[in-house]
């Protein structure tokens, strides 16, 4: 089973390994969700939809349905 950003908990750090680019908004991308950048889950809506985000600095909020496309590697602390 695949770790992806759906799957981290609140404060939790990873970093983003793979995803299927047609799958992700461009959007995303240019805000910085490329492999290799660190991604922390910031906060979760009350509903559990969208999921606040930093990725490399930039604050941003995905969809649930968008973060388990995002494969990552959990950053031990």
Do not use: W
């Not at 490329?34 to 941003?60: C, F, M, R, T, W």
């Amino acid at each position: 089973m695949k770790t992806t950003i759906a799957s981290l908990k609140k404060g939790q750090r990873a970093i983003i390994k793979d995803f299927d680019a047609d799958i992700i908004p461009l959007k995303l991308l240019e805000m910085g969700c490329l492999p290799g950048n660190k991604v922390e889950l910031i906060q979760i809506a009350p509903l559990g939809d969208p999921l606040y985000l930093d990725i490399n600095g930039s604050h941003l909020a995905i969809r649930i349905e968008t973060a388990r496309e995002i494969e990552v590697d959990i950053i031990n602390k």
